[in-house]
């Protein structure tokens, strides 16, 4: 079992914990179908829209390709509705990725080193309903405060004596107003903590709610500072990673057009605009030509004459920039729960003194304790 001291400095393993091919394929694997849902709806929602009746399906791939987008459509409500739906169906299998990857840095810190992608699978699917139940309970709540300040609203509508109830409520509907904040605060950060929960419990809904609010009341300020210490060493890694392989694929791209000269130019202009945004900003293209006039590669030029096998090639090599991009991000995913895992071990710990690690009925492996505190 991997020594912990319970503390902030726990949460720097985070990075390092991710850095692991099945947590890394685990992630990839849920950014990937996520990707699939939001491109199905979000096609389907334009097809039900003015536009995408006139063009058709073919003119609309042609103008978004791989990252549509419903705004430019001016959607109706059906339409909305529709990607609402897919865009929430999106996010649970997103999440759902989330507890099979905190579940396997969970066993890592066990020392369960060879617990299994299957296994980790086939227990986030064990827990989605707890994992749906946990998510949208505190949303509910929220909710339920949002509606009861619309409705003392509404009672000030009410003839001569409306402004008076309105103002005689108005200190209670305060508390009410700030205890409801808190409600969301916590379901917001419920997206980040309770796939780690249910991954390192194993309860049902219900329990996992009540430790999402009890592991974050009791401990709100060191919750803050762990938090913001998981996302910064996340964001730090993934910066490097980022650059790492910026600095590769620039590396290549010298090599490869100091050998096959101008055609791999134009196919790598035609790679480049595969990718969703990047290429609409002025910005990243001049610095894109900055790079070639220092380097003696430019990545930008004129396409308009290449070849058919030109533009498949470009296609294709769009296609291998996507997936070393998927790449990166299943890392920064999988980094991210990880820290989201040590660092709700840290906060049990600290509030009942219990290691969540050598409660032998999660699974059958037996850690050996390393700590003799964590008993």
């Known amino acids: 079992m991997q020594e912990l001291t319970f503390g902030i400095r726990d949460i720097l393993k985070g990075p390092r914990l991710a850095w692991s091919l099945r947590k890394m394929y685990v992630a990839g694997r849920g950014l990937f179908v996520s990707w699939a849902v939001y491109l199905v709806f979000t096609y389907a929602a334009l097809l039900m829209t003015g536009m995408g009746r006139e063009t058709g399906p073919v003119a609309l791939f042609r103008h978004f390709e791989f990252f549509p987008c419903l705004i430019p459509a001016q959607p109706g409500i059906a339409a909305l509705l529709l990607?609402?739906?897919?865009?929430?169906?999106?996010?649970?299998?997103?999440?759902?990725?989330?507890?099979?990857?905190?579940?396997?840095?969970?066993?890592?810190?066990?020392?369960n080193e060879v617990f299994q992608i299957h296994e980790a699978l086939a227990f986030a699917g064990r827990q989605r309903k707890s994992l749906l139940f946990a998510t949208l309970v505190p949303g509910v709540i929220g909710a339920v405060f949002i509606i009861v300040i619309i409705i003392a609203g509404a009672f000030g509508r009410i003839p001569v004596i409306g402004e008076l109830l309105v103002a005689l409520s108005f200190l209670p509907l305060f508390f009410w107003a700030l205890l409801g904040v808190f409600i969301l605060i916590v379901f917001f950060s419920g997206i980040a903590l309770v796939p780690s929960i249910c991954a390192s419990t194993g309860e049902d809904g219900l329990e996992c709610v009540l430790q999402l609010f009890s592991s974050i009341y009791s401990r709100l300020s060191r919750w803050i500072l762990y938090e913001i210490a998981a996302k910064a060493v996340t964001a730090i890694a993934g910066i490097l990673l980022l650059l790492l392989t910026v600095a590769a694929l620039h590396g290549m791209n010298i090599l490869l057009g100091f050998m096959m000269g101008y055609p791999y130019c134009e196919v790598m202009t035609i790679a480049l605009y595969r990718l969703p945004v990047v290429m609409d900003i002025r910005a990243f293209i001049s610095m894109l030509a900055g790079f070639g006039d220092l380097l003696w590669f430019p990545y930008i030029v004129d396409t308009f004459m290449a070849t058919g096998i030109i533009k498949v090639s470009g296609w294709l090599a769009g296609i291998s920039l996507l997936a070393i991009l998927t790449w990166v991000a299943s890392y920064i995913f999988a980094?991210?729960?990880?820290?989201?895992?040590?660092?709700?071990?840290?906060?049990?710990?600290?509030?009942?003194?219990?290691?969540?690690?050598?409660?032998?009925?999660?699974?059958d492996f037996n850690p050996e304790i390393s700590d003799p505190d964590s008993n």
Not at 335 to 363: C, M, W
């Open 335 to 363: 980094a991210f729960y990880s820290s989201q895992v040590i660092l709700f071990l840290i906060l049990r710990k600290q509030k009942n003194g219990e290691d969540l690690r050598v409660k032998a009925h999660l699974t």
């Open 83 to 111: 990607w609402a739906i897919g865009m929430a169906f999106a996010v649970f299998i997103l999440l759902n990725a989330a507890v099979a990857v905190a579940r396997i840095a969970f066993e890592d810190l066990r020392g």
